[in-house]
């Protein structure tokens, strides 16, 4: 038997990765302001892998106190460059200076997933991946930021992997799900031992 997942979040990657593999999922997403859960944590200095951990938990939580018995997974993604957590850009002209500031360097992505039911987590999970982002022309910076559309743009590290993204890099070290935004082959041996999804 399987059940439909309740994606506690406005997480269009995730929901589509799902949707690819064939599980079934409704959004409902969580009232939550993602920097304001995370900045605690990031003023004490804790991992960005924690951070993801802990957004992710606090979102499936929240749904999942009003949805009973119903499998409620909440995800959340960080992109770290040294010790600092990067969010989204502003505007075109912070994408730009993002890319610069990312452009010949390592970087750091986290993807987190927790499964809820009855307002409490039954399981998490924190995939990371390292990336080496190639030396960028700030001209192709300029035309890339141009052609690019805007949910690439609202991203930490203004790219998708799985999109024209994959360029900017030289190499990568880690699972393509967690950089896409959910650690997908952890999260579905999950769903099967729940028996949530047929298998």
Known sequence: MTETIILGSENSAARGLLAKAGVAVTVMAADLDDQALGAPLEETGAAPEDVALVRAEAKAIEVS????????????????????????PADMDEARRRLLLLSGR??????????ARNGAAVWRNTGVATLTMRKLDPRFIGRYVTRVEAPVLRSPGVYRIDGEGIQLFEAIDGDYFTIVGLPLLPLLAELHRLRAIDG
Do not use: F, K
């Open 65 to 88: 106190e009003q949805q009973g018995d119903r499998l409620v997974l909440g995800c959340e993604q960080t992109l770290a460059l040294g010790d600092e957590l990067l969010h989204a």
């Open 106 to 115: 390592v970087h750091q992505v986290s993807s987190a997933a927790v499964l």
